[in-house]
Structures are given as structure tokens and as C-alpha cells.
T-cell receptor
Framework: DAGVIQSPRHEVTEMGQEVTLRCKPI?????LFWYRQTMMRGLELLIY????????DSGMPEDRFSAKMPNASFSTLKIQPSEPRDSAVYFC????????????FGPGTRLTVL | RKEVEQDPGPFNVPEGATVAFNCTYS??????FFWYRQDCRKEPKLLMS???SGNEDGRFTAQLNRASQYISLLIRDSKLSDSATYLC??????????FGTGTSLTVIP
């Protein structure tokens, strides 16, 4: 298995631009998670899905952030408009249902907003 | 108050040393506990789960103290390859985890 796949790996954009991060979970995993990691705040859960349905989005910082999972093999996290304080590493992770089971993380997207 | 708190370190120890990390959590209803390892500029990966009775995996020992709401990780005979950030993870529901900010370990030759 290729593991969790994320794209792009690096993104540099200017303030006010729209940013879309993509994730392909491990096949057969029912849960998908989006995290943001910064030095100051560590790893924060933004939102997670179960069987493509958003379960808890209380970690989404504000309305500028949105996430979708149109099917079992694809999810997006969108920031519109982006701000410099959104600069961070964004990780996608997936796991099996019925856990708690290990969460497998993708390599992350390093976002820089200028 | 943070859900999970860790001493960020850094811990700088010589090869062969024993080092211990502690982590405290705030929610007494926590159900699951883990240690993840994160190498520089890489993604976190599961190191080991933490069970109520304590568990050992080679040079690594994890302990859980529910009464005091902390978990610990002990690394014996440290290797250079153990240099990483160690993340304490606490789960409240079956698949929702809270991560600590991590403890940085550098093993020195």
C-alpha cells in the first residue's frame, strides 16, 4: 500500500489567495483526519470524517477553512482567503473503524502564506 | 488548559543512557493512550500503545497512571537513532485523539 498521499508537499502563496490541500487515505480506512502543526500549538485536530461524513469540525479555526470528502478515496481542505497565520504543516491521517486504532499520517503539506 | 501537556525539552542524553518522558492529560474520561514518534520534517508514526498494566517493547517501556492522569515513556540504552520528537497522544472517543506538543530528544555520541 502506498500509504496516505497528500499533495502538494509544499505550497507558497500570497495572503488572500485560495489554497486547496488534497489527501488520499489508505484504502479501506473509514476515518480521515485533518491536522495542523505549528511550533507554538503543536498538532491540532481540525476536522475528521467517518465514511465520508464530517463528524467533528470544532477544530476548524474559522469560516475561512472548509473540508470535504466527496468519496472514500479523496478529501480536500480549503482555505479561502489565506492569511499569514495559516502558515503551518497540514497533515492528513486515516485509520480503521472500531478503534482506537493507529492513525497513519501522510507526509504533510508545508504551507507558507506570505 | 491544554488537553495534553508535555515537557518540550530538549533532552540531550549520551548514547547508552536511560531517559524518561512524562505526559499529563486533563480529561479523566480518556480512553486510549499512545506514544508517537516524529522525526524532523516528517510525519508522526505510532511508537507504541499504552495499556493500563504497562507494556514494554524492546528498549521502550510505557506506563499509565490513571489516578494521577499521566503516562510515561522510558527509553533504555539510548541509540543515536532514537533522536526525534516524542508525542504523547490521548483518545477520548474511539478515533479522536489529542496530541501533546512533543518532547525533543537528542542522543549524543
Amino acid at each position: 500500500d502506498a500509504g496516505v498521499i497528500q499533495s502538494p508537499r509544499h505550497e507558497v502563496t500570497e495572503m488572500g489567495q485560495e489554497v486547496t490541500l488534497r489527501c488520499k487515505p489508505i484504502s479501506g480506512h473509514d476515518y480521515l483526519f485533518w491536522y495542523r502543526q505549528t511550533m507554538m500549538r503543536g498538532l491540532e485536530l481540525l476536522i475528521y470524517f467517518n465514511n465520508n461524513v464530517p463528524i467533528d469540525d470544532s477544530g476548524m479555526p474559522e469560516d475561512r477553512f472548509s473540508a470535504k470528502m466527496p468519496n472514500a478515496s479523496f478529501s480536500t481542505l480549503k482555505i479561502q482567503p489565506s492569511e499569514p497565520r495559516d502558515s503551518a504543516v497540514y497533515f492528513c491521517a486515516s485509520s480503521l473503524a472500531g478503534g482506537p486504532y493507529e492513525q497513519f499520517f501522510g507526509p504533510g503539506t508545508r504551507l507558507t502564506v506570505l | 488548559r491544554k488537553e495534553v501537556e508535555q515537557d518540550p525539552g530538549p533532552f540531550n542524553v549520551p548514547e547508552g543512557a536511560t531517559v524518561a518522558f512524562n505526559c499529563t492529560y486533563s480529561n479523566s474520561a480518556s480512553q486510549s493512550f499512545f506514544w508517537y514518534r516524529q522525526d524532523c520534517r516528517k510525519e508522526p508514526k505510532l511508537l507504541m500503545s499504552v495499556y493500563s498494566s504497562g507494556n514494554e517493547d524492546g528498549r521502550f517501556t510505557a506506563q499509565l497512571n490513571r489516578a494521577s492522569q499521566y503516562i510515561s515513556l522510558l527509553i533504555r540504552d539510548s541509540k543515536l537513532s532514537d533522536s526525534a520528537t516524542y508525542l504523547c497522544v490521548v483518545g477520548y472517543r474511539s478515533n479522536q485523539f489529542y496530541f501533546g506538543t512533543g518532547t525533543s530528544l537528542t542522543v549524543i555520541p
